[in-house]
């Protein structure tokens, strides 16, 4: 695995890394579901029905995606830096619970929620060209559309609780399971916002070791 540039830091307590998907893999998977968008790929592969996105389609990565494009290697590296930054100790064993696309039209989000296992994250693989004018004008004329915002606590006073990101194709933030966020919906285009989600953990003596 070549060497991949990450940034960590900590807006309120968890920590946070960010880096970039490579081009090639973002290829590959936009040039698969592109061409597997069909009936029988949705019907075996939806995970709708077990995620709480108000979105159009969720559908699980199989084996051969995973393996075939890339993303698999490179999660895998990536979650290893991750943990190591944080605890100073890289994971020998990785379990992927799962990972998946989310696609969002204009008028969809994502309600708060947070994840299973022990790490999580989202990647970027198309985004619209304009998330549109907010609805209203917002304070400081700030606009949250089609953005992904991270919770931690509640209001403090000299702390933050949120975190928000405008995301780019290519962006992958990863985080702890257990950190909330939410989708905010966009507006005036029908270009989709196609995201890619996970869910891993790591061995559970250096899980037990790090939170003690």
Same mark, same amino acid.
């Given at each position: 695995?070549?060497?991949?540039?990450?940034?960590?830091?900590?807006?309120?307590?968890?920590?946070?890394?960010?880096?970039?998907?490579?081009?090639?893999?973002?290829?590959? /998977?936009?040039?698969?579901?592109?061409?597997? /968008?069909?009936?029988?790929?949705?019907?075996?592969?939806?995970?709708?029905?077990?995620?709480?996105?108000? !979105?159009?389609?969720?559908?699980?990565?199989?084996?051969?995606?995973?393996?075939?494009?890339?993303?698999?290697?490179?999660?895998?590296?990536?979650?290893?830096?991750?943990?190591?930054?944080?605890?100073?100790?890289?994971?020998?064993?990785?379990?992927?619970?799962?990972?998946?696309?989310?696609?969002?039209?204009?008028?969809?989000?994502?309600?708060? *929620?947070?994840?299973?296992? *022990?790490?999580?994250? !989202?990647?970027?693989?198309?985004?619209?060209?304009?998330?549109?004018?907010?609805?209203?004008?917002?304070?400081?004329?700030?606009?949250?559309?089609?953005?992904?915002?991270?919770?931690?606590?509640?209001?403090?006073?000299?702390?933050?609780? /949120?975190?928000?990101?405008?995301?780019?194709?290519?962006?992958?933030?990863?985080?702890? *399971?257990?950190?909330?966020?939410? !989708?905010?919906?966009?507006?005036?285009?029908?270009?989709?916002?196609?995201?890619?989600?996970?869910?891993?953990?790591?061995?559970?003596?250096?899980?037990?070791?790090?939170? /003690?």
């Amino acid at each position: 695995m070549p060497n991949i540039d990450f940034n960590f830091f900590r807006p309120f307590g968890p920590l946070i890394g960010v880096t970039t998907l490579p081009n090639d893999i973002i290829f590959k /998977l936009n040039d698969f579901f592109d061409k597997h /968008l069909d009936n029988e790929y949705k019907k075996k592969f939806d995970a709708g029905s077990k995620l709480v996105g108000n !979105v159009s389609e969720e559908l699980t990565l199989s084996d051969e995606i995973l393996d075939k494009s890339g993303w698999k290697d490179f999660l895998f590296f990536s979650i290893k830096s991750y943990v190591k930054f944080a605890i100073g100790i890289s994971p020998e064993q990785i379990d992927l619970h799962g990972s998946w696309i989310v696609r969002q039209y204009q008028n969809e989000y994502n309600p708060t *929620h947070w994840h299973s296992g *022990h790490i999580s994250g !989202v990647a970027y693989l198309k985004v619209p060209e304009s998330y549109g004018k907010p609805l209203q004008s917002t304070k400081q004329n700030i606009s949250v559309n089609g953005n992904i915002q991270l919770i931690h606590g509640s209001r403090m006073f000299m702390c933050d609780s /949120l975190f928000t990101h405008k995301p780019k194709v290519g962006d992958f933030l990863l985080f702890p *399971h257990y950190m909330m966020h939410t !989708v905010f919906p966009f507006y005036g285009t029908d270009s989709e916002r196609r995201s890619l989600s996970f869910n891993a953990s790591i061995e559970k003596s250096l899980f037990e070791k790090a939170i /003690l």
